[in-house]
Each structure stands twice: as C-alpha cells, then as structure tokens.
C-alpha cells in the first residue's frame, strides 16, 4: 500500500527541511522516495495547510511499572471518569490507564516513550503493563545502581569486564534500551537508614561511594556500547542549592557521555530571603562546558499530580508535602526502591512558581536543542497531556509573560524568564522532540523522515495558537497505519518494544543462578522478560536495535 | 513420565519456585519441596474434561454460544471469582467493558482492608528478598504465618545466608494476637517466638495501644485484650531498636468490622517509628487465587483495583457498592459469570439468575449452573505470568502437561468474540 501526504509543511531536521512543502510517501510501514511517474498511489492526504514532522518520541514519561500501578492504585479520586462515550475498541474510556497513556500520547503526535526507570526484578512487571499501551511504540531504562550485586562486585573490587557482563545481562534479561542510575547508592543507604545521600556518601556495608558506582556504570555503558548514554538522576533532587550537585555530577563524567534527567529539579540555588532561588543560569554555564552532556527538563507546570520516583530518600524526604496526604515508600528485593507522593502545584506558591521558571529559564538559556529535551518528567512536574500547553510557553513570548502574572510574584522577581525573548522555532521542537529523541536514543529508524524510517508521522493542522495545535494532531500514522484522525484515535493498533541486546560472557549466568539461589529464591528462568503480550509473539513484541558509540551531540547534528 | 523441576506456584502467593514435579500423562506428583498448601493444588485431578449446558455435556463452542447468550440477555451482568492469570485478567475486563459488567475478584473484601488503609494514608512496605536479606525483627499481626504460608521461614527467615545479618538464628519474630500453630517460626538455634495472643475482635484496641506506645503517649491500663501493657511496651522498643523491622499481616484473617482501621494503624506505626530514625516496613501478605493478580491488572487496565462496574461505559471503582455477593442477594445483577481457574472448591454464590463458570475442573456445585466450562490452571495446564504478594515481582508460570483444557483467557475472549457478531 503507497500512501502520499501531499503538500504539507514539512519539518525534519534529519534532512534540514525547514518548513518546505514536500510530498511524503510510504509503503506499508516504511518511508520511501517519490515513486517514479505513473505509479499507482493507493490513498493520499491533501494536507495543504498542515505542518508535517515524524512521530514525537517521549525520552522520559514513567508509564508503566511497580511505581505507576502503585500511583494509581493509591489515588482512584485522580482518575475517575463521569462521562464518557465509548469509541468501540476495548479499554477506550479507562482513565489513566495503559489504553488512555497510548491514545493521548499518540492524539498528541507522539509514537515512541520511554519508560525511565524499570528495577530489573519489576522488568517483567513493567512489560505485562506496556505490552497493553497501544499505539505507541515503547522502551525501558533498566534501573542499576542500587542492587547489591552491583555493589558486592565492587566492594569486592571486582574487574571492569566482569561489571560489563552483569550490565549488558541486565539489558538482555528485562529487554531494555539503556542504563539508568537513580541517587547512586542512595536508595540502599536508606535501607540501612541514611536519609540523605550525596555524590560522595559512601554506601553503609560495601564501602563504596555514590560517585564511584556512577563512574564505574558509566564506563560500563560505554564500553558494551549501549547507544543511549547512561540516564542520571542525579542525588539530592529538589534540594536548596543542588545546582553544585549537577555540575559535580557533569565534572564527575569525565567528557564521557552522561544524560543527566529532569535536571529543573536541580536548578536550584540557596539564595533570598528563602534560601531558594533560581540557579538556571549558572547551571546552563556548566552544560554549555560540557558537551559530553544531555538533559532533559522535567519542567513543572501547575495543577494536581502524583510524584513517582525509585529516589527514595528524595520522596521519603518529602512525605510531609503530600498532597492530598498520603504517600507510599517501598523498598524493593535488594535492588532498589520506590516512592509515591501525590502533589499539587501551586501558582500562588513561591516555590512551584520558581520550579516554573526555573524550567522555563533551561529551556530557553540551553540554546542546544541536540542536547536539551523537553519533559516534564511525567508525571512528576506534570501529567504529559499537558505537553502542548508547554509547547506553547515555548514558542510564544507573550503567552509566557501573560502566564507570569498569575505567578507568586516574589518568585517572579528573582526570575530572569521576563528577560529571555527566545521563542522556539517549528523547527527546534522538531530538533528537540524527533530527530535530536531518537539519536540521543539510539534509534536509526525513527525520528526523521527519510526514505527507510518507519513510517511514523504525525500532521498537525496549522494553528497560530500552538497548544491548540499540537494538543490533537490532524493525523497520524504509526507504522503506516493510521491511528489518529482529526484528534480520535481511529485504530488500536499495537506497539512494539525497543531494546538493545550488548554481548555478555554467558559464564556470568552461572554465577547470578547461585547469587540468585543464595539470597532470593528466585530462579533467574522464572522472572526473565518474555511472553509479555497476549497478542503477539515475543518475536514481534521486541525489536531489537544495534548497538554503537552512546550519543554525542555534537556528532550528530 | 517426567521429572519438571523448578516449578513456580501460583497458589502460596510467595512465589515459590523450586518444586520438582513429576509429569505422568495427566497425574502430578510433587516429588520436593512442596507445602501443605502448594501440593494439594498441583496434584488434584482431572475429573471433568467437557463443558455442560443445564447440566449435559457439549462442545466448547456451543457452551461459549450459550453464555453469549445468557450475556445478551443480561442487563447488568457481574463477573465474580476473578481467579486467574494475567492474560485471564485482561481477557475478563476486556469481556467487562464489552458488556458493562461488574467485576469483582472474590477476596476483594478482604483486599479491601488493606485499599481502603492504603488509599487513605498510604503506607511503607517491602518485598520478600528484603526480608530475607536484611529483617533482623518479624512482627507478625493476627495470624498463624506458617499455616497462610508454609515455607514463609524456610524461605525468608531461616535461610543460611543473608546479605546483610551475619547468623539469620539470631533474628527475632514476635507474634501478636494468633499463637504459631507449628515449630516453623523456631529459630534453628531453638529460641522461640515471643507469642502475645489476644482475641482477634480485640486486635483493633492491642494495636491501637501498641502504637501510642511507640508515639510515647502514656497507657494507664495495665493489660488490653488479655495483653499486658508492659509486654507491648517491650515490643514497641524492640521493634524501635530493630535495624530493619518487618510488620506482616494477612488481610483476610482480620475478620472484624472496620478492620481497615486496624491495618491503618499497623501502617501509621511503621511509619511512626521511621519518623523516629528507624527503619520499619510493611508487608501485606495476599497473593491467593490470583487476588493480587487481579487487582494488578485491573490497575493498569481500568486505573482501580478489581472491584469496578462497566455498566455506565466507563470503569467505576466502588470498594462497597460492586461487592459481587451483595449484588446478586439484592437482585442487583442477572447474569453471573464465575472465572475460577485455581481452586475447583471456590464456587460461586447460588443464585437464580443465569449463572456461567468457568471453573478449575473438578468444580461441584450445589446448584448446577446454566453453563460450566472447565478449564486449566494457569501454572498446571498453560503457561502464564502471576504476581507475588510483595506485588513488586510476576513469575512465569509453566505448562506441565498436556491436558486439552481451556485456558480462561481463550474461553473469555472467545465470548467476547461471540458478543459482536
């Protein structure tokens, strides 16, 4: 089947279009070249009028696993539904649920997410849960760090080659993307009873420090070549003055590569009367010394949402704040850990409001959209369905000093974000949300519009007002089917997961099967990923991408 | 005949997965490491293959035909038991939200106890290898552990080595309200627990006082419930002194009014002693007859716990008003499907309404319902994925053997399939 988008806007970065009015074509799921005359086009879209870019892809949106069915479990009132009309596929009118995380990311133009933050024991978890997004393609970040096996190997000074192995086994046997690491160290040390936990605390019973676990995971993931860079959260997260923590954490990265996420939750200095104050500035003077860095943003916007995070310490600290007032800790098989901490931001709050602008001050000092990506950290500085009211904030100067007014105005005093005129171009979101996503990623396929790239694209009517615009996109196919037309979706297509599958010594499989018979009771056969979706063959569910050198920005502009 | 060996429960709800199970045609033999509890289930056998409609054997298709029907003509259906696998699951909500059923999983008002503590004030809680690798104080609420779950010390407690405790016989266990009804919970160096029993109705004020006491409020009663003050004193200390103490309770032997405020106060507890510069968790035990299961899936598919209504096009959670048993004694619903793929002894309430089980074989009823489909059991006769009652961990369930039964997620999407034509 050949499919032609005719006449419309066309934004890929990949290729330098600008705007340019192409016509796209793919057949089946795949995008190729202009076919040669007179050959025969089976549908075609007239979308004069519309802005065409590939499919958004989300590089940090918890979506599924332990901590998000906990967060959901915990607060029914969130999500209750009171009308709603069935659109005659299954699960349509479920609320915060798998089916609505894939038809909203996917009404908005986005086609792949991925979920941060998966402990390897709540891999398969995890995958039970996005094998039931639909639409969407989608792909986890295996969580290490915090396990004790991780920690006996170095406090037993074990060999770099040995980490490597127990890595890239770890990849293999959650059928994950990449490498995260939460508060190195810190969610252990809160077992043994640390309630805080900095880059060079040393972790209580293995004597190792919380820098020397990022150091050594971080080799690892360059040296079994996991194209996306090792994914950090950073320690003391929304503390007074942890901007020195991100730039101690950029210094500690030795120019490797190191993507440090939803780094506006560490934008903050100590200063006012408040001892809290925007720290944005000196922030980006470091990222911008660091070219070996990416970030996302983690902006927060305002309203009722849930905090969920494997940091531990960080939520646990938190508890107080809760919103309404209930809250989960968990403290997860040896490995790591989990936080839920329902939360409301507040306009008329000092805090929330320098949160806002802080994040917005990120955004728009970065000036590298290759290196600087939009989240919000969903759902933990607000839900993703509020991404085109982002979008907008973005790429409209007025609209931005319209919404300080609302703002704590103290807060807005101690703001650069009135000064910065910076109003992000089409072509930056495209940069930033597409062709920029999937590089950092490790995703050829996707992400650009050339010939060869899955045909995920997503057309968007265009509109003066940008929230409006990209809160339902005009149409989108995914895999060359279309899913979303005019904003409803029209297909519950499946999705499939992403994953990287780096070469291990198989004698490591011998020694976890006697670590696991010794201190879990589990055999390792018993909870490895597999068979996760009731539709489709694990062969179909999983796509495995290549591995290579992890993403430097400054390679692939 | 074969010999399978790390076979995984789906039954005992702490995912134990070291059977060795001998596979003889149809039969099962647990050959080691079974428990009163998991052998039992794995070797009860076939005893009935066909699926009947008003009591006469037929053909899978016509018995699937037969329950479209019955769903068709139902107004307000409700879909109880919820006893099965995680595709089970997804096939019964999917089938609820075809025909705006009520599901609701049969031990959900147990569960319930522990939702309604959660949803109110939440909680901390940990996970099984945790416990194995850290616990140095067990404090055990209301229930005789080792008959809930046979190998709870085997497997978690008495285990040889630990991460982080250098003998695991020094570790301590204290039993609060039931009384161990067995040797397990005796340390291997032969130190017993310390047993403080009381009537079950009295829990709510024992834990009530246990509490205040780790808050440091003054008690000037001498005993409550039997209990003396000073005996509780010392466990508010102990587990103040512990390094990594673990609160467990069962929800389903908290047989009283308003137990919720029970398990509240065991959670609030824990979390007093954290704010005091302890570590404590929690640790709820379920995980039976795919509870957990349940209410896992439920969450992800219709955002709430296994006791929702479809019947307005949309889920709706009700922890009260969706109660299955209450419904169909009220007159509240007309057609009853019954999914019970672990335990053919868990039957569905009687009823008059038009009743469809898919049950484990072997199910004898009081009452023969208009439709009985045998199935398989999910571990035993297909493969599958459950969920442990730390929740954190899912399991993969094998295929033993080769019985033809139906898995429940095949039967339900089968009248799914038969609803839209």
Known sequence: ?557 | MTEITEVPSPFCGIGTDDLTISVDGLSLKVLSNGCAVNTPAFEQVITDFKPRVAGKQVALEHAVAKAVEILQDSNQPIIGGCATDVNGMRALLALADRCGAVVDQMNFNASRRNYLAMQDSGWMTTTLAEVKNRCDLLLVVGKDLESFVPRFFERYFWNQESMFLEDTANREVIYLGKAPSGTAQVSPNGKQAQVLTCADTDLPEVVTVLRALVKGHKIVIDSVGGIKVSDLQTVAERLQAAKYGVVTWAASSLVFDQAELTVQSICELIKDINDQGSRCSGLPLSGKEGDLTANQVAGWISGYPARISYAKGYPEYDPYLYDSRVMIENGEGDALLWVQAFNSKAIPPVTDVPTIVLGRSGMLFDKEPDVYIPLGTPGIDHAGHAYRADSVVAIRLKKLRDSGLPAAADVLSAIERGLLI
């Open chain 1, 1 to 557: 089947m050949l499919i032609r988008l005719k006449g419309g806007k066309v934004y890929d970065p990949a290729q330098a279009l600008d705007g340019e009015i192409r016509d796209i074509y793919f057949r089946d799921s795949v995008i190729v070249d202009k076919p040669e005359a007179g050959a025969m086009i089976d549908a075609d879209y007239d979308i004069a009028g519309c802005v065409v870019m590939a499919g958004a892809i989300d590089i940090h949106s918890h979506i599924a696993g332990g901590n998000v069915n906990t967060a959901r479990l915990l607060l029914p009132e969130q999500h209750r539904n009171f009308v709603a009309r069935k659109l005659g596929h299954r699960f349509s009118t479920s609320r915060w649920s798998a089916t609505e995380t894939g038809y909203r990311y996917a009404r908005m133009g986005y086609t792949t997410v991925v979920e941060p933050a998966i402990l390897p024991i709540n891999a398969l978890d995890a995958h039970l849960q996005m094998a039931d997004i639909p639409i969407i393609d989608t792909a986890g970040l295996a969580i290490l760090g915090n396990d004790d096996y991780l920690l006996r190997l170095m406090r037993s000074g074990a060999s770099q080659s040995q980490i490597n192995d127990y890595v890239a086994w770890t990849l293999h046997s959650t059928r994950c993307l990449g490498l995260k690491v939460i508060n190195a160290g810190g969610a252990n040390a809160f077992k043994s009873n640390a309630r805080s936990f900095d880059l060079d605390d040393v972790v209580p019973e293995y004597g190792v420090s919380s820098r020397h676990i990022l150091q050594t995971l971080q080799r690892a993931a360059c040296e079994v070549e996991i194209p996306h860079p090792v994914h950090v959260h950073c320690n003391n997260l929304g503390v007074p003055g942890n901007v020195d923590t991100a730039l101690a954490t950029m210094e500690a990265a030795q120019g490797l590569p190191m993507h440090l996420a939803h780094i506006q939750f560490y934008g903050y200095g100590n200063e006012g009367d408040r001892g809290f104050s925007s720290a944005a500035a000196k922030l980006i003077d470091g990222f911008k010394k660091h070219p070996n860095i990416t970030m996302d943003v983690g902006q927060v916007l305002f309203g009722q949402t849930v905090t969920i995070s494997g940091d531990v310490i960080a939520q646990y600290s938190r508890r107080n704040d809760a919103s309404p007032n209930k809250w989960i800790a968990w403290d997860a098989e040896c490995e790591g850990s989990g936080g839920v901490v329902p939360y409301r931001y507040k306009e008329t709050s000092f805090v929330n409001s320098l949160q806002w602008l802080i994040g917005l001050e990120i955004f728009l000092l970065a000036e590298d959209p290759w290196r600087l990506f939009f989240t919000t950290d969903h759902p933990n500085g607000a839900p993703f369905t509020m991404y085109p009211y982002l979008i907008r904030l973005l790429m409209d100067r007025d609209y931005r000093l319209q919404c300080l007014e609302q703002l704590n105005q103290e807060a807005v005093a101690m703001s650069l974000l009135k000064d910065l005129d910076k109003e992000f171009s089409l072509y930056d979101i495209a940069v930033m949300t597409r062709t920029a996503a999937a590089r950092l990623l490790g995703l050829p396929d996707r992400g650009h519009l050339r010939p060869g790239a899955v045909a995920d694209i997503a057309v968007y009517r265009e509109q003066a007002d940008k929230a409006a615009m990209f809160a339902d996109a005009e149409l989108l196919f995914k895999n060359g089917r279309l899913a979303v037309q005019n904003g409803a979706v029209v297909e519950r297509c499946n999705g499939t997961a992403q994953v990287v599958q780096p070469l291990f010594d198989h004698r490591i499989e011998r020694d976890l099967q006697n670590y696991y018979d010794r201190f879990y009771n589990l055999g390792l056969a018993n909870f490895t990923v597999g068979d996760v979706d009731a539709g489709q063959a694990d062969s179909e569910r999983f796509r495995a991408h290549a591995c290579g050198r992890p993403y430097l920005a400054e390679n692939a502009r």
